[in-house]
T-cell receptor
Framework: KQEVTQIPAALSVPEGENLVLNCSFT??????LQWFRQDPGKGLTSLLL?????REQTSGRLNASLDKSSGRSTLYIAASQPGDSATYLC???????????FGTGTRLLVSP | DAGVIQSPRHEVTEMGQEVTLRCKPI?????LFWYRQTMMRGLELLIY????????DSGMPEDRFSAKMPNASFSTLKIQPSEPRDSAVYFC????????????FGQGTRLTVV
């Protein structure tokens, strides 16, 4: 059974810092990995999707990498801002059709 | 498109009552998913549909839970009878038919069973 773990569970940083969120999964047979952002009381917003054949994806200040063989992904946030404060979730898709298995999440707080 | 629309946003009900959650997926999306989020278990897939047909309901916790998708633009998740342990946030998501397309989530329904 696929299990997805995220470390750390919570992270607090001052504004401007670069930071890395980690995601690990137990079964490397995945089609893709997706990073989401969840604001309190809100739904999930997709940030980046990395296909299994890809190594990384970038969007603005965000960069996500994938090492499928070792079961790891990282989300790099450059020059963090208070508006980045949210919970970040990674999820893997074993089938390619978004039947997602979610990680435990990292709660990020960026202080001004 | 307005995105995935869920209703109601909040629902408080008494134990034993029937609860119906509603979802309107993004137009043109072929897949619809129901997830449940709790502090203890995180986000879990309950059931998903492809072209209105239920494909995998192995995540539905008990027979008290049922889901339908009568047409491409509407789905319901029903709990009957509801119990306090059903309290959670229920999300609906939809995605297109191509592999490796992003999932779009609704705002969720926060259900409290007292």
């Amino acid at each position: 059974k696929q299990e997805v773990t995220q470390i750390p569970a919570a992270l607090s940083v001052p504004e401007g810092e670069n930071l890395v969120l980690n995601c690990s999964f137990t079964d490397s047979a995945i089609y893709n990995l997706q990073w989401f952002r969840q604001d309190p009381g809100k739904g999930l917003t997709s940030l980046l999707l990395i296909q299994s054949s890809q190594r990384e994806q970038t969007s603005g200040r965000l960069n996500a990498s994938l090492d499928k063989s070792s079961g790891r992904s990282t989300l790099y946030i450059a020059a963090s801002q208070p508006g980045d404060s949210a919970t970040y979730l990674c999820a893997v898709s074993p089938t390619g059709f978004q039947k997602l298995v979610f990680g435990t999440g990292t709660r990020l707080l960026v202080s001004p | 498109d307005a995105g995935v629309i869920q209703s109601p946003r909040h629902e408080v009900t008494e134990m034993g009552q029937e609860v119906t959650l509603r979802c309107k997926p993004i137009s043109g999306h072929d897949y619809l998913f129901w997830y449940r989020q709790t502090m203890m278990r995180g986000l879990e897939l309950l059931i998903y549909f492809n072209n209105n047909v239920p494909i995998d309901d192995s995540g539905m916790p008990e027979d008290r839970f049922s889901a339908k998708m009568p047409n491409a633009s509407f789905s319901t998740l029903k709990i009957q009878p509801s119990e306090p342990r059903d309290s959670a946030v229920y999300f609906c998501a939809s995605t297109g038919a191509r592999v490796n397309t992003e999932a779009f989530f609704g705002q969720g329904t926060r259900l409290t069973v007292v």
